[in-house]
């Protein structure tokens, strides 16, 4: 298990603690491993991860299968992080909205570079073309849901802490060589009669 996985799952527990989240946060981890980062540095990983879990929180509550925004009767949006596809369209990797909700692999993918072209098309407002599209920046309400969702991101990467397993601890003595303190050792007699 790595250690962005362990913290999407940990985020993903803070923000709907009575779901299993091991498929979606399993996906967002691999993805956000795989792709370029959306944020520069060192933690740009990690801040994908949380722009992520937000957006799939507020978007479906962290449902991978999720489906809505019915129009005549017909699902538009689609996945965890509900994509717009309306009247049969597919996602610029050819992906249809049955695609998506099967795959959160695909799902996250193609959120990712939706976000890409979100945050180069409006970078005051780094979600608001994602959340409403050519229009979004001009947009009161898709700029309040940009801050909303980049705020959730934020609360959790100051929030969320996953301590990684500590290294075994090994003694390097210079005579001796080295020692692992919990390997059982013979024990000298020291008692008297």
Not at 54 to 68: D, K, Q
Not at 161 to 169: G, H, Q, S
Request: glycine letters at 6%.
């Amino acid at each position: 298990m790595s250690a962005l996985f362990a913290w999407v799952v940990a985020a993903s527990s803070v923000l709907a603690p009575a779901r299993q989240h091991d498929q979606l946060a399993e996906a967002i981890a691999t993805r956000a491993e795989a792709e370029a980062p959306l944020f520069k540095g060192d933690d740009g990983r990690l801040r994908t991860s949380a722009l992520l879990v937000a957006i799939a929180f507020r978007e479906s509550s962290l449902r991978a299968g999720a489906v809505g925004d019915h129009v005549r009767g017909k699902p538009t949006s689609f996945c965890a992080f509900q994509l717009n596809l309306p009247w049969g369209r597919k996602t610029a990797e050819g992906w249809t909205g049955e695609d998506l909700v099967e795959d959160p692999h695909k799902c996250v993918t193609a959120a990712i570079h939706m976000l890409r072209i979100s945050m180069r098309v409006c970078p005051s407002y780094p979600l608001a073309w994602y959340a409403a599209g050519p229009a979004g920046c001009a947009s009161e309400r898709a700029q309040r849901i940009s801050r909303d969702r980049m705020a959730i991101a934020q609360r959790l990467l100051r929030d969320v802490l996953v301590e990684e397993e500590p290294p075994k601890a090994v003694l390097l003595l210079p005579s001796i060589g080295a020692i692992d303190p919990a390997a059982p050792r013979p024990r000298p007699f020291c008692g008297g009669a």
